[in-house]
């Protein structure tokens, strides 16, 4: 199967397009919205494709030159030769946080790496891109096999080990990433303060998490916000009861250092291991106060810290 048919099989349900950008973007069908030159490639959720915006006129081969992966596709517009770079993922990056943190830090340390090695675009917010489908554009197929992340990480030098160091930036999907994380932070303190029903809270982390997306450089699409913001306000609410708080404070006695010292085991007063670990985490106990506290390895820790 072409890399064309896959870029229509993977367009969202109902995509933003526009055929000029001056007249605004729209929302259809994604039968009628496929006819248009500029789409949205990728939903609010997952992240199929990597899209890189190239304003050079060599752009259809800058990749080569600068020892980038061949793209799956590139889209050039035949006035100037400005185009857009797409790689598709074999396994897409879920965006909505509702699933594990790591592999979209680690899609997002990728994508900047590649971003930087390529000169494309900061600015380019990756909402919509230049339509493969569409007559009008240049369109050409270099790679026909999608990539991992570890395929495209090759090119830049990079481990998920060192992904995890890099300082997450406010464009692409380190946005995705900082939202989150300035988010649930506030959230954790935030929900202390009179224990809201679930429809109160939601719209408390709805507006919070729109506040901190217009301080980005290139926000997000709201969409993408509202997942952010609902993922958060799910778990926080159903995690983070005055019970749940209560028994933490009378567990440490609200001392850091006191927060390690706990009966080991299994489950304590109603919660398993995991259960704890989390919330030892997000009140602020470090990976190694858990992993003594609970006897668990490093890597367990972590991915109870990657929780969202």
Known sequence: MGCVKLFEDYLPKRPYHTDDLISGLKINKKEKAKLARLIQPNGPTHRYW????????????HWDSVGAPAPNLIARNPANGHAHLLYLLQTPVRTAMDGKTAPLRYAAAVEAG??????????????????????????????????TLDDLADYIDLTQEKAREKPVEDY???????????????????????????????????DRATGYNVNFSTPLDISEVK?????????????????????????????????IRGKKGGKAKG??????????????????????????SRATAYNWRETP
């Open 50 to 61: 990597m899209v890189f915006d190239l304003d050079r006129t060599d752009a259809g081969m």
């Open 114 to 147: 590649l971003r930087s090695r390529l000169g494309a675009d900061r600015g380019y917010s990756g909402l919509i891109c230049k339509n493969p489908i569409n007559a009008h554009w240049m369109v050409h197929q270099w790679q026909a096999d999608p990539y």
């Open 172 to 206: 692409g999907l380190g946005r995705n990433c900082m939202l989150f994380d300035q988010l649930r932070e506030w959230a954790y303190k935030a929900i202390r303060q009179g224990w809201p029903d679930y429809n109160q809270w939601l719209n408390a982390c709805l």
């Open 227 to 259: 997942h952010t913001a609902k993922s958060v306000a799910k778990w926080t609410h159903r995690n983070f009861t005055r019970g749940t708080f209560d028994d933490y404070v009378a567990r440490t006695h609200t001392s850091k250092i006191q927060a």
């Open 271 to 296: 919660k398993t291991k995991r259960e704890r670990g989390i919330i030892l985490l997000e009140a602020g106990a470090s990976i190694q106060q858990v992993m003594k506290e609970l006897n668990v």
